[in-house]
């Protein structure tokens, strides 16, 4: 794979590298918002190159990099800063979901299946994060991505994973690429964005002097030798361009459930390892959220599932360690 940076003349041709270049625009417009927003992707992101294969030009890989900020930090048992597993998800998801539909000829941006992110050292405060993408496969229905995730300075790889995202965004917009209309999409889109950067209940963001932690509240949750249960409800700093739960969110309350279930851990100074998270539907408005011990013979390893109306909706497995 070829990577290109954006400050070079791109070898595409000159449509596609157009509309490439104003739906990029419009992904940092959005960044403004939601969840989005409270990760600090407005302005701890910068998208340096992406990749093109040789054989039809299309974008399969993209190279990011991010900045770790205090607010997106939780704090471990000595108050050392870190960026924790759960938060990270919420990164990968921005900029997996930005790769798939760059490399998508229909740029659609979809909804997530699935998430799977591995950390393998602790990352610390102001570290700063080289993301690389490689779309594995985009397909009429399911676009497939795989990530890993370096710290700049040394090159160390600090994490990995993949994440599947199901495609279709119905007829109407079908339509409009096929007739590449997709100008007139970006009008709207370009109106409604710049309509909500405008709204405190999209660009709220993290209050002075609190952390991402602060916005995860877990409502009524206990715990006991088995499980632990309580509830949550989307508010504007979790949620995606849809109003509904983004699945970043999803993942960082995943692991605030595990962390609040004090006594399903054996030790409390172990780290969120890892994350695998499966989304079977829009999540919105308030949920049940349970944690529970894995079954599995991993004694480190938690499952978080997310019910509506005794539905399930999401679920987490999670599992960690000493760093």
């Not at 990029?24 to 093109?52: C, D, K, P």
């Not at 590449?180 to 963001?205: A, D, V």
């Not at 969120?272 to 829009?282: C, G, I, L, R």
Request: proline share 2%; with cysteine.
């Amino acid at each position: 794979m070829k990577f290109i940076t954006l400050a070079q003349k791109v070898k595409l041709p000159s449509n596609l590298e157009s509309s490439h270049r104003r739906f990029l625009a419009s992904a940092f417009q959005a960044w403004e918002l939601g969840y989005s927003r409270t990760l600090g992707m407005h302005r701890n992101i910068a998208v340096q190159s992406y990749g093109t294969t040789d054989q039809i030009k299309n974008i399969n890989g993209i190279v990011a990099e991010y900045t770790v900020s205090p607010e997106v930090c939780r704090k471990t048992v000595s108050s050392e800063a870190y960026l924790s597993c759960g938060i990270l998800c919420g990164v990968v998801d921005e900029i997996t979901s930005l790769s798939l539909m760059m490399g998508d000829r229909m740029f659609r941006p979809g909804v997530s299946v699935s998430l799977k992110v591995k950390m393998l050292q602790k990352i610390s405060l102001n570290e700063k994060l080289l993301f690389k993408t490689k779309n594995i496969k985009i397909g009429k229905m399911l676009g497939f991505c795989d990530f890993d995730v370096f710290k700049e300075k040394c090159g160390t790889l600090v994490g990995n994973g993949n994440h599947i995202k199901f495609l279709p965004m119905g007829v109407a917009w079908d339509i409009i690429m096929k007739l590449r209309l997709e100008s007139l999409l970006l009008k709207f889109y370009q109106k409604e964005t710049l309509k909500r950067s405008n709204s405190i209940f999209w660009t709220k963001g993290i209050p002075e002097g609190e952390s991402i932690k602060d916005q995860l509240p877990l409502i009524n949750f206990s715990s006991n030798e088995s499980i632990g249960k309580g509830q949550i409800s989307v508010n504007s700093n979790l949620c995606n361009y849809l109003g509904t739960f983004h699945g970043g969110a999803i993942c960082a309350y995943s692991e605030q459930a595990a962390l609040a279930s004090s006594s399903l851990l054996n030790d409390r100074e172990s780290l969120v390892s890892s994350m695998e998270t499966y989304f079977y539907s829009a999540l919105k408005g308030k949920l049940e959220v349970q944690s529970e011990q894995n079954n599995s013979t991993r004694s480190q390893c938690l499952d978080v599932l997310f019910e509506k109306d005794k539905k399930l909706m999401a679920r987490s497995k999670v599992e960690w360690q000493k760093f």
